[in-house]
């Protein structure tokens, strides 16, 4: 089992930045690719971003291309998720996941956090 735990939300100006933080614990971290992914009213989740459990390798949404950056802190089973010039349609309740393997689909996660939302005012 791993505990997937998110922090950073908020209520943000558009062109604003926040840091999503998504901290671990239960089965070995390093061993999991992680990702991020949001939902917003009426919306189906959607892929956001992912990092292998290596770092080495990550995935972005084109969407959010270019303004959001995944790492991961392996000293304290942590994954963020940076987020820059942040528009009023990245406004969602932001989830952080693990798998086996990097993945864009929401089903290849096994473990999720409760969420954090995130919203940008216009």
């Known amino acids: 089992q791993v505990q997937l735990v998110e922090s950073g939300g908020g209520l943000v100006q558009a062109g604003g930045s926040l840091r999503l933080s998504c901290a671990a614990s239960?089965?070995?971290?390093?061993?999991?690719?992680m990702g991020w992914f949001r939902q917003a009213p009426g919306k189906e989740r959607e892929f956001v971003a992912s990092i292998s459990w290596s770092g080495t390798n990550t995935l972005y949404a084109n969407s959010v291309k270019g303004r959001f950056t995944v790492s991961r802190e392996y000293a304290k089973n942590t994954v963020h998720l940076q987020m820059n010039s942040l528009k009023p349609e990245d406004t969602a309740v932001y989830y952080c996941?693990?798998?086996?393997?990097?993945?864009?689909?929401?089903?290849?996660?096994?473990?999720w956090g409760q969420g954090t939302q995130v919203t940008v005012s216009s």
């Open positions: 239960g089965r070995t971290f390093s061993s999991y690719a």
């Open positions: 996941a693990a798998s086996a393997l990097l993945s864009t689909l929401p089903r290849g996660y096994d473990y």
